[in-house]
T-cell receptor
Framework: AQSVTQPDIHITVSEGASLELRCNYS??????LFWYVQSPGQGLQLLLK??????LVQGIKGFEAEFKRSQSSFNLRKPSVHWSDAAEYFC?????????????FGTGTQLKVEL | GAVVSQHPSRVICKSGTSVKIECRSL??????MFWYRQFPKQSLMLMAT?????????EQGVEKDKFLINHASLTLSTLTVTSAHPEDSSFYIC??????????????FGPGTRLTVL
């Protein structure tokens, strides 16, 4: 069965600092990986996804993520964090044909941005 | 981008009543939709897969008679929480995959429905 681990429950960074959110997955075949962001009381917004090809994926809002098969990781990064980035971030893995199948989510990382 | 809506966004009901939550894909058709449940400060847990034209498939531990799912059309799925109890209070989120060809489809999520059972 697939699983996702986000080791950091909470992360606090200063505005303008760089950010890296960790995600490790377990899946027997080629994974389909996603990062979503959830603001308070809101649904999930897709930041980026990896299906195949270039292992460095660019997403919206200046985020990027790198797929490292050897480490079973898909860490999310941003060079300079903005106060509006404060939210909950979820990493997810999907089986089979990408988003067309059910997703398994990590427990999330709560990002706090200090001004 | 694709849009998925949910209605209502918030509902408060008395214990023992039933509550219906709608999930609509507004600008695309979805033969499959997913229903998740999210407890405060926790991750999303998949409850069931809603299939247009056939029965929903439920994840282990989810009571199908408690959480009735109907995929009425290619743009609408409903989740009915029957005889709701306070422990059913949660944030319910639906999602629908938009097929992009080549297997590179993506799920789009609704804004969620906050259910509070008194």
């Amino acid at each position: 069965a697939q699983s996702v681990t986000q080791p950091d429950i909470h992360i606090t960074v200063s505005e303008g600092a760089s950010l890296e959110l960790r995600c490790n997955y377990s899946y027997g075949a080629t994974p389909y990986l996603f990062w979503y962001v959830q603001s308070p009381g809101q649904g999930l917004q897709l930041l980026l996804k990896y299906f195949s090809g270039d292992t460095l994926v660019q997403g919206i809002k200046g985020f990027e993520a790198e797929f490292k098969r050897s480490q079973s990781s898909f860490n999310l990064r941003k060079p300079s964090v903005h106060w509006s980035d404060a939210a909950e971030y979820f990493c997810a893995v999907g089986a089979g044909a990408g988003g067309g199948n059910k997703l398994t989510f990590g427990t999330g990382t709560q990002l706090k941005v200090e001004l | 981008g694709a849009v998925v809506s949910q209605h209502p966004s918030r509902v408060i009901c008395k214990s023992g009543t039933s509550v219906k939550i709608e999930c609509r894909s507004l600008d695309f058709q979805a033969t499959t939709m997913f229903w998740y449940r999210q407890f405060p400060k926790q991750s999303l847990m998949l409850m069931a897969t809603s299939n247009e034209g056939s029965k929903a498939t439920y994840e282990q531990g989810v009571e199908k008679d408690k959480f009735l799912i109907n995929h009425a059309s290619l743009t609408l799925s409903t989740l009915t929480v029957t005889s709701a109890h306070p422990e059913d209070s949660s944030f319910y989120i639906c999602s629908a995959p938009r097929l992009a060809g080549g297997g590179a489809d993506t799920q789009y999520f609704g804004p969620g429905t906050r259910l509070t059972v008194l």
